[in-house]
Nanobody, 113 residues
Framework: QVRLVESGGGLVQPGGSLRLSCAVS????????MGWYRQAPGEQRELVAR???????NYADFVKGRFTISRDNAKRTVYLQMNSLNAEDTAVYYC???????WGQGTQVTVSS
């Protein structure tokens, strides 16, 4: 059974940082292309960043230079380092296996003073 479990969300002040983690089990992690998505209230889910099995990365324009996606195949985990957060980054962040229908439960990120 494939499972994705996100963690690391929370409340942070504008300009602050958070690191999200997504632990994957039940599949061969090192072969997977992984992505982080987010969904704000009343909005559609949108791609934030993705990383291939070969560690190539792509970012949405609205996070370029602020967010970094990375992976640790030994720990079967993908990370999203988020810096210079602002209120517009407030959303539920989801981990996703790009080649399938698997999603994590999401972790809430709230940026507020």
């Amino acid at each position: 059974q494939v499972r994705l479990v996100e963690s690391g969300g929370g409340l942070v002040q504008p300009g602050g940082s958070l690191r999200l983690s997504c632990a994957v089990s039940g599949t061969i992690f090192r072969t997977l292309d992984m992505g982080w998505y987010r969904q704000a209230p009343g909005e559609q889910r949108e791609l934030v960043a993705r990383i291939t099995s070969g560690r190539s990365t792509n970012y949405a324009d609205f996070v370029k230079g602020r967010f970094t996606i990375s992976r640790d195949n030994a720990k079967r985990t993908v990370y999203l380092q988020m810096n210079s957060l602002n209120a517009e980054d407030t959303a539920v962040y989801y981990c996703h296996i790009m080649s399938g229908a698997y999603w994590g439960q999401g972790t809430q990120v709230t940026v507020s003073s």
